[in-house]
């Protein structure tokens, strides 16, 4: 296989606006007791003494229990949007491509897969044998019938191969004046093709699409009328490690090994997914009544999973960041120099210790996880300098007045911070800002409010700065976000410089070659600061040591659904 590219994750994952932080730890880090106690828990710590478990646990001879949020019910690859009901939709089913740890492409359903010279063409080959999990085939036929059923005009999912993904002809379908996708071409029941419109290094996130059976969901299905659909979500029929049994809204759903999984049956028979809260997780855990659960990382958390003894941890940062946005159609912001300044004369610091003590949240510079395979760290950190600040918004013209508060051009240098609450991090940010700032002669004043009033108050150009974060996946493009007119650009950002260097990025399907690109794209974001990058936090799973399999296959780019298969129960 020629080997090409990138990170992926099932394409129902998308950037999206969020209100906390966001974070990956690939490498397996095994801590003794005495370490864990003397610092903050980060990879893979075991449980210090598994014979403290306890029995209701230990008698669970062949189910392992997961505790999540309660799920919406849409187990459907292409419809599925909460992480919650994305667990179980990946336990049931599967795509060509997976993720690997580092969120690079590795075959699944596909023996094999080659990009052409051009880079618009992908070519997939699937395994021999595949079969959904009610025993019949799964050929290219069922994945030509996944993306068009994508492409659809009645489509109203996340999945966009029709703007995003650009498959040749699909635009076409959509409007109705074609009634097949030109870029869609079975050549035989094992063998698929797909050519774009234009080269799009990051298409390879959108052909790791969990695929659907046509003869299950595509029965009946004809151009326009795709609706019925939804009536199957709660009904599905995958191809993944379990099949579905049974959902019991607000309780649990229940789940069985699948026998015609490609990778064969796994080895614990009986899956379920058990709801759970920020208020019963700990306890359910230390009692036995769920096997493992993610877990809000910070000390007092820690300390109690780990009184229990017979409890893996593993920690890892979040994908994702919280950052401070600039209107950017505020005349003050288009200065560099005031944006550098202003991120030299913020104790980013202090306030990401303030919100995640113990060292489970990081200060970063770039808009990337140092996970990431294409992360690379940029020359500048902008530690806390309220000198550089100070020197900075001098050569910007801003001059301190009589009353302390620097002025240029008859204006003074005020700033409105727009702030939801509740919220923790927001609660730091406001007095460690206000004082910061005021020593470098800035005048920063908070307006707090519900979140969606916040998010209205960004969307419609009114917030001058503001906190917010970003939930990443393994696709690196940031046009949307930071490009020129980008869908999501609510700063109005734009640079034709770095317009450029994302363009390159996309029209590059070499992963070294990529890598490089992004590192210059990632220095010269450092340099501009569109935004004033704050922290990468933790995540955490806590498993019962009963639970064997899982080391080193928790990572923010790879879920634990990829890995049941690997798990048993001691």
Known sequence: MKKKLISILTVALSCMLVLGGCGGKGKTTEKTSDEVKSGPVEGYAKATDSSKNVSLAKDRKDTLVIGINAPEGIFNPLYSESAYDMYIME???TGMIAPDEKGLPVEALAESYKISEDGKTYSFKLRDGLKFDDGTPLTTEDV???FT??????YD???????????KGAKAYKEGTASTIEGIKVVDDKNIEFTLEEVNADAIYDFTAQILSKAYYGKGYTQGHLNYIKDLHAKPLGCGAYKFVENK???E???????NYYLGKVKIPNLIYKVTSETTRIQMLQTGEIDMDMVTVNQDNV???QEAGFLDLHVFPTNGYGYIGFNMKDEKFTDVKVRQALTYGLNRKEIVEAVYAGGYADVINVPQSKESWAYSKPKNDYAYDKEKAGKLLDEAGWKVGSDGIREKDGKKLEIKFTASTPNDVNDAIIPVAQANYQEIGIKFEAEQMDFNAVREQVTSGKAQMFFMA???TPKIDNTGILGTGGAQNKTGYSNPELDALFLKGLQETDTEKRKAIYADVYELINKELPYIFMYQRRDMWAVNSRVKGFENQITPYKNFTYSLNKLTLE
């Open 253 to 259: 759903v229940d789940l069985v090994a699948n026998e």
């Open 91 to 93: 336990s049931m089913f």
């Open 149 to 154: 059923a994508g492409c659809d005009k009645e």
């Open 303 to 305: 300390g109690k999973l």
């Open 157 to 167: 999912g996340v999945a966009d191969f029709v703007n995003t993904t650009k498959i």
């Open 144 to 146: 030509a019938f996944t």
């Open 470 to 472: 970003w939930g990443l």
């Open 249 to 251: 809204p607000g309780q």
